[in-house]
Nanobody
Framework: QVQLVESGGGLVQAGGSLRLSCAAS????????MGWFRQAPGKEREFVAA????????RYPDSVKGRFTISRDNAKNTAYLQMNSLKPEDTAVYYC?????????????????WGQGTQVTVSS
């Protein structure tokens, strides 16, 4: 069992930056692929970023590539999402998630544990 708690969301102007954190409970954090997803009102959940267990490989959709960076600190049981050059269309609730998948995955249904979400609002 893994419990995930996100923090770092808030209101920021377009072009600004935020860093989200995802703190995980338990001693098996490095057994999981970590991912970030987001959901805007009236829209489906969207994959944002994922990182392998070691942190050596990452994956992003084109919509955030070059602006967002996912990382993890296994010693601190924490994953991060650095978001730069934010746009109003990045406004959403952001969720971190943990997957036992063997390989890095962008599919939400392959993630086993989810946090409660943190709101990110980007004003124009």
């Amino acid at each position: 069992q893994v419990q995930l708690v996100e923090s770092g969301g808030g209101l920021v102007q377009a072009g600004g930056s935020l860093r989200l954190s995802c703190a995980a409970s338990g001693r098996t954090f490095n057994n999981y692929i970590m991912g970030w997803f987001r959901q805007a009102p009236g829209k489906e959940r969207e994959f944002v970023a994922a990182v392998t267990r070691s942190g050596s490989s990452t994956r992003y959709p084109d919509s955030v590539k070059g602006r967002f960076t996912i990382s993890r600190d296994n010693a601190k049981n924490t994953a991060y999402l650095q978001m730069n050059s934010l746009k109003p269309e990045d406004t959403a609730v952001y969720y971190c998630a943990a997957s036992r998948s063997l390989f890095i995955t962008v599919r939400g249904y392959e993630y086993d544990y989810w946090g409660q979400g943190t709101q990110v609002t980007v004003s124009s």
